[in-house]
């Protein structure tokens, strides 16, 4: 049971370049979402997609881009890295709420076991 | 829009002691309310939820919290800590019945030590 998958785990970045955070879940889930993680602030989404082919703004978007071309699939695109991009990434898929299926969670996030950037 | 409130970024308890992280939360309708655990270098994962049906909710490795909807609270409570309850802790409140807009909001966490 892999759950919710996250790559890379590491990664080191110069400024100004690029890079995409894959996310990959096998457990159907319809919602699929991105925080980050930074001392004192909790976890902030930046998007989140509600379906195949659908994304959407979250508390923290700028700077960041992502795409759900498939539903098990998520990914995290940083276009041109800065060092406030420093952080910790999750993942996470859910179903939504109310649930469409008898016995689905009810709202309940799995999360990936992150991603740490680092951002010089 | 829907809130947390988790007063405190650290809490430190003897092993054996009981241990209370606080967790208020702000919605306009009724939620559903999460704690989650995060071990070090690691992902989070569910500790208990409220999902509108009993008040008092019992998670995994002995916590539970109790809803008061009338103190808009969520606590987490372990009547006796032990060392492999260190962690960090969040508490995250959602929106019943948002349809496309159902996410979490979650409180900036609270870091639990215990001391031999």
């Known amino acids: 049971n892999a759950g919710v998958t996250q790559t890379p785990k590491f990664r080191v970045l110069k400024t100004g370049q690029s890079m995409t955070l894959l996310c990959a879940q096998d457990m159907n889930h319809e919602y699929m979402y991105w925080y980050r993680q930074d001392p004192g602030m909790g976890l902030r989404l930046i998007h989140y997609?509600?379906?195949?082919?659908?994304?959407a703004k979250g508390e923290v978007p700028d700077g960041y881009n992502v795409s759900r071309l498939k539903k098990q699939n998520f990914l995290l695109g940083l276009e041109s890295a800065a060092p406030s991009q420093t952080s910790v990434y999750f993942c996470?898929?859910?179903?939504?709420?109310?649930?469409?299926?008898?016995?689905?969670?009810?709202?309940?996030?799995?999360f990936g076991e992150g991603s740490r950037l680092t951002v010089l | 829009a829907q809130s947390v409130t988790q007063l405190g970024s650290h809490v430190s308890v003897s092993e054996g002691a009981l241990v209370l992280l606080r967790c208020n939360y702000s919605s306009s309708v009724p939620p559903y309310l999460f704690w989650y655990v995060q071990y070090p270098n690691q992902g989070l994962q569910l500790l208990l939820k409220?999902?509108?049906?009993?008040?008092l909710v019992k998670g995994i490795n002995g916590f539970e919290a109790e809803f008061k909807k009338s103190e808009t609270s969520f606590h987490l409570t372990k009547p006796s800590a032990h060392m492999s309850d260190a962690a960090e802790y969040f508490c995250a409140v959602s929106i019943i019945n948002t349809g496309a807009n159902s996410k979490l909001t979650f409180g900036k966490g609270i870091t639990l030590s215990v001391r031999p």
């Open positions: 409220y999902t509108s049906a009993a008040t």
């Open positions: 997609s509600v379906g195949e082919g659908t994304t």
């Open positions: 996470a898929s859910s179903w939504p709420h109310p649930p469409r299926l008898a016995g689905a969670n009810t709202g309940e996030l799995f």
